[in-house]
């Protein structure tokens, strides 16, 4: 994927048109899935004012809502289940992997976001997203260089060309563009970043 060089913001802030057709239903699924205080707080959107209906009684309504999380057991059940018996990868055994990159796919299994989440774990994710919102997105990138490298052995040796992942759900991905095959050429994802942490 060939990301262009320059894009203006006012396009990389626009939202595209399906993620416009399909946020609300992406946002009403994960308080579904979440259940209790957070579905609590957002009541009015799954309960609908009857005609006629007094405010007071509507409100009194919405105060007294409650929600049995079928939806949050019915997943997570899932999710044990397909995960009852995690995935064994062993890249130490396979003939496929050249022995020089057998301690690079040990880390890596171990810590595949460079945060300590493990590649299933990693994948118990995407899975999760998949069951609430029908589809998820696996970045693969490499780490922001530091410096400027020799050549590519210097940078190897750095950890510099050790690829992570990032997972995200169809919400965090705002825009993109594809070509006439339907590739993507580019696609933006927006996540939220706590100060101090």
């Known amino acids: 994927m060939n990301f262009p060089q320059t894009k203006p913001i006012k396009e990389l ?12 239903d992406w946002n009403r699924m994960n308080l579904l899935y979440a259940g209790g205080c957070d579905i609590k ?3 009015s959107q799954f309960l609908v004012k009857r ?4 405010d007071d009684v509507y ?3 919405v105060e007294r809502f409650v929600y049995a999380n079928h939806v949050g057991t019915a997943t997570d059940w899932y999710l044990a289940a397909q995960f009852e018996k995690p ?16 301690s690079f796919y040990e880390v890596f299994l171990k810590d595949s976001d460079r945060a300590g989440t493990s590649f299933v774990d990693a994948f118990v994710s995407v899975f999760k ?7 998820s997105y696996v970045l693969c990138d490499l780490p922001t260089r530091p410096q400027e490298y020799a050549n590519a052995a210097e940078e190897r040796a ?24 339907g590739n993507l050429k580019w696609i933006v994802f927006t996540v939220r970043k706590i100060e101090g942490l």
């Open 51 to 54: 005609p006629k209906e007094l």
């Open 13 to 24: 802030d626009r939202k595209h048109a399906t993620w416009l057709s399909y946020a609300a």
């Open 87 to 102: 995935p064994r990868i062993d890249a130490s055994q396979s003939a496929a992997v050249p022995s020089a990159s057998k």
């Open 129 to 135: 997203h998949i069951l609430v919102y029908g589809s």
């Open 158 to 181: 750095a950890g510099q060309l050790d690829p992570y992942i990032c997972t995200y759900d169809p919400r965090q991905a705002i825009n993109w563009e594809k070509d006439s095959y």
């Open 59 to 61: 409100k009194a309504r």
């Open 41 to 43: 707080k957002e009541a």
